[in-house]
């Protein structure tokens, strides 16, 4: 790739910055960051999906290697809410950053 640091179109993926959207169950404002399709709302704990909308990693021959693997696999074939539910339901963490240790929204 010619650009040092990526295109400007990856830089909400790659400088991830928070965003706030009113939770479809409860109406509480939830925090999701730019790079994250699903959130949990902390007052009811539903998810809160948002649309990604179309992006230069639809298109872009380097997108995976301009914002990372696991970034690009993460958006670009995010999981369904049912598989994530699912996963819950048995405990299991889903590794798309919903239920991940290291999400930066989640309550501890």
Request: glycine content about 8%; proline content about 6%.
């Amino acid at each position: 790739m010619s650009l040092h640091k990526g295109c400007p179109g990856a830089i909400r993926f790659r400088e991830a910055v928070p965003e706030y959207i009113d939770c479809p169950e409860c109406g509480e404002e939830t925090e999701i960051w730019s790079d994250e399709l699903v959130a949990r709302c902390h007052h009811c704990q539903a998810l809160v999906r948002r649309d990604r909308g179309p992006s230069c990693i639809d298109w872009c021959q380097y997108a995976e290697e301009c914002i990372g693997v696991e970034a690009y696999k993460r958006l670009r074939y995010p999981p369904e809410s049912s598989d994530i539910r699912r996963k819950e339901a048995r405990g299991e963490e889903s590794g798309e950053g919903v239920m991940a240790e290291s999400s930066p929204w989640q309550d501890r």
